[in-house]
């Protein structure tokens, strides 16, 4: 069962069933939920026209936000649905970071849907508290609008065999994070280069007494390439109030912890890599070791590499064949090749 306390796994059911999902994507805008706008995005290579960017609102965060998706090659001319990853960004990056990292073509490879949210630099967590009028529902947001919205509006195999969750440093922890407190959601979470201690090293503050850490300077100056009306700078993209106020609610989102609270049989697979000149690389040794110990599925790669999209371009083309081999599976198809 899911982690969270606060909402029901079959309250989110409930609000996504009241979505009815839509026919192919190009038929017009006037099919897409009246809040959700379509475009292509701009800006990019040719070998890049497939990312789309999907404009929504999301009441999690009660802000009009934005992913951008990238759908498998012949998607207009079926009425197949498709299993979905979705690729969670690392701190200070927003969106549109892994639409550049040959995302389209593992895409059409594999027959996967690829959606990219935004989270901020949120840590992808509910914060404890918000000011600044702000509300700070960051794994709500990922977890019932974002997944809400595309299976509302694309084919998707809305459930959790057909769904996978996977991010970079930031966005690991995130991944792995959500994936544990969400088990009922997806059926693999990953995290290249992932900050996974994140949750753990909160707690350890907060039962010491150490004062909040000062809130980072961010720069104000509004980035163009994400467009989202007041969320476009790294300063309004940095959540203001407290992402922990108690040790319990930092332990509430730690992999270490969550591991041992979630029952065996509900853990989903879980994959992990690291560059070897990365100094996260402990935590993804740690937790490989954790989860060998008690006998569960998992996949870890560590190569040669630093904290940097040269490693991770790498990467996602390593976690990409794993996720979709476990959609693939717990669907009951495993993948064939061609004669």
Do not use: C
């Amino acid at each position: 069962m899911s982690q969270r306390g606060a909402k029901s796994a079959s309250a989110r059911r409930s609000r996504r069933s009241t979505m009815a999902p839509i026919g192919a994507l190009l038929v017009g805008l006037g099919l897409f939920v009246s809040h959700a706008t379509v475009s292509l995005a701009q800006g990019v290579p040719a070998s890049q026209e497939s990312v789309r960017t999907v404009e929504f609102y999301s009441p999690a965060v009660d802000r009009t936000m934005k992913y951008n998706i990238v759908l498998p090659y012949g998607y207009e001319d079926s009425d197949v649905s498709y299993p979905v990853l979705y690729l969670m960004h690392g701190v200070t990056q927003n969106y549109t970071v892994w639409g550049r990292m040959a995302v389209p073509f593992y895409a059409d490879m594999y027959s996967l849907i690829v959606v990219m949210p935004d989270g901020g630099n949120s840590w992808y967590v509910n914060w404890a508290e918000s000011e600044g009028g702000q509300k700070n529902d960051w794994e709500d947001h990922i977890v019932e609008d974002v997944v809400g919205q595309v299976d509302a509006n694309f084919r998707t195999i809305p459930r959790r065999e057909g769904r996978a969750l996977t991010g970079l440093s930031m966005g690991g922890y995130g991944a792995i994070t959500l994936g544990l407190r969400n088990p009922e959601m997806f059926v693999s979470i990953g995290s290249t280069s992932g900050a996974l201690e994140h949750g753990r090293q909160a707690a350890a503050r907060l039962r010491a007494g150490e004062p909040p850490r000062a809130r980072r300077e961010r720069s104000s100056e509004p980035n163009p390439a994400i467009g989202i009306a007041g969320f476009s700078s790294q300063a309004e993209r940095t959540p203001l109030g407290r992402e922990f106020a108690t040790p319990e609610q930092a332990d509430a989102y730690d992999p270490f912890v969550l591991i041992e609270r979630v029952p065996a049989a509900q853990v989903p697979h879980i994959y992990l890599d690291s560059g070897t000149e990365d100094r996260l690389i402990d935590g993804a040794r740690e937790l490989a070791a954790v989860l060998m110990q008690k006998d569960l599925p998992f996949d870890y790669m560590q190569m040669a590499g630093r904290h940097n999209g040269a490693y991770w371009i790498q990467s996602i083309g390593r976690i990409i064949p794993v996720q979709y081999q476990v959609m693939r599976t717990a669907l009951g198809e495993r993948p064939v090749g061609r004669r």
